[in-house]
C-alpha cells in the first residue's frame, strides 16, 4: 500500500513566521502535487512537480520535490492569515500513475 | 467560465434510505473522479471514469456504493441503504483526462451527506 503522511497534522502560528510542511512516502511517484481546500470547498492545486529535486516557487510558498521523488515539502515565509487552510499532497507511484493517493494534509492556522 | 458543480450541497438523510449525489464536471473534462472526506481526514479515492473506459472502481468501499457517467459528462454516485459511517463530504473532481503526469483535477464545492 501506498501511503503519503503528511506532518505536521495541525499548525497555528503568528503571522509573519516561517514553516514547512511535509509530505513523505516510502513509494516512488511519478509526480506529487499540493492543493490548498478551505472550509465549505473543494482542494484547488497549487502546484505539480515531476522531477527529482525540483524546487517551484509561488510568490510566498516553496514547494520542493526529494531526489528520491519519495518526499516533498511546503515552505511558506512571513505567513500570512489567508494562508490558513488545508494542505494537501497527492501523488502518482511511480508503478500505478493512472492512480492519485492522497495524504491526509496539514491543517494550518496563521493567527494574525 | 464554469467550474465543477454538485448537488445537493447538503444532504440529511436517515439510515437505511437510498441517496443519489450528482456531478457535473467542466465541459471538455474526460476524466472524473469520487472521493471522500470524512471529518478532519484527506481524500479517499472512490472511483475513476476516463473517457469511455471502464470506469476504475477500486476504490468502492462496498457493493452499496456505485456510480454512472451517462453521455460522458454528468455522473451520479448512488449509496444504497446507507449507514452512519457513510457521513461525509464527497467531492467530485474533473481534469482533461488520460495519466498525463501533470493534470489537474479540478474540484467541486462537495456535497456534505449525514445520515441519521
Known amino acids: 500500500t501506498q501511503l503519503l503522511e503528511q506532518s505536521p497534522q495541525f499548525l497555528s502560528i503568528q503571522e509573519g513566521e516561517n514553516l514547512t510542511v511535509y509530505c513523505n512516502s516510502s513509494?516512488?511517484?511519478?509526480?506529487l502535487q499540493w492543493y490548498r481546500q478551505e472550509p465549505g470547498e473543494g482542494p484547488v492545486l497549487l502546484v505539480t512537480?515531476?522531477?527529482?529535486?525540483e524546487v517551484k516557487k509561488l510568490k510566498r510558498l516553496t514547494f520542493q520535490f526529494g531526489d528520491a521523488r519519495k518526499d516533498s515539502s511546503l515552505h511558506i515565509t512571513a505567513a500570512q492569515p489567508g494562508d490558513t487552510g488545508l494542505y494537501l499532497c497527492?501523488?502518482?507511484?511511480?508503478?500505478?500513475?493512472?492512480?492519485?493517493?492522497f495524504g491526509k494534509g496539514t491543517r494550518l492556522h496563521i493567527l494574525p | 467560465g464554469a467550474g465543477v458543480s454538485q448537488s445537493p450541497s447538503n444532504k440529511v438523510t436517515e439510515k437505511g434510505k437510498d441517496v443519489e449525489l450528482r456531478c457535473d464536471p467542466i465541459?471538455?473534462?474526460?476524466?472524473l473522479y469520487w472521493y471522500r472526506q470524512s471529518l478532519g481526514q484527506g481524500l479517499e479515492f472512490l472511483i475513476y471514469?476516463?473517457?469511455?473506459?471502464?470506469?476504475?472502481k477500486s476504490g468502492l468501499p462496498s457493493d452499496r456504493f456505485s456510480a454512472e457517467r451517462t453521455g460522458g459528462s454528468v455522473s451520479t454516485l448512488t449509496i444504497q441503504r446507507t449507514q452512519q459511517e457513510d457521513s461525509a463530504v464527497y467531492l467530485c473532481?474533473?481534469?482533461?483526462?488520460?495519466?498525463?503526469?501533470?493534470?489537474?483535477?479540478?474540484f467541486g464545492p462537495g456535497t456534505r451527506l449525514t445520515v441519521l
Open positions: 513509494s516512488v511517484f511519478s509526480s
Open positions: 512537480v515531476v522531477t527529482g529535486g
Open positions: 473532481a474533473s481534469s482533461w483526462g488520460g495519466v498525463r503526469a501533470y493534470n489537474e483535477q479540478f
Open positions: 497527492a501523488g502518482r507511484p511511480r508503478n500505478r500513475d493512472d492512480k492519485i493517493i
Open positions: 465541459s471538455g473534462h474526460t476524466a
Open positions: 471514469f476516463q473517457g469511455n473506459s471502464a470506469p476504475d
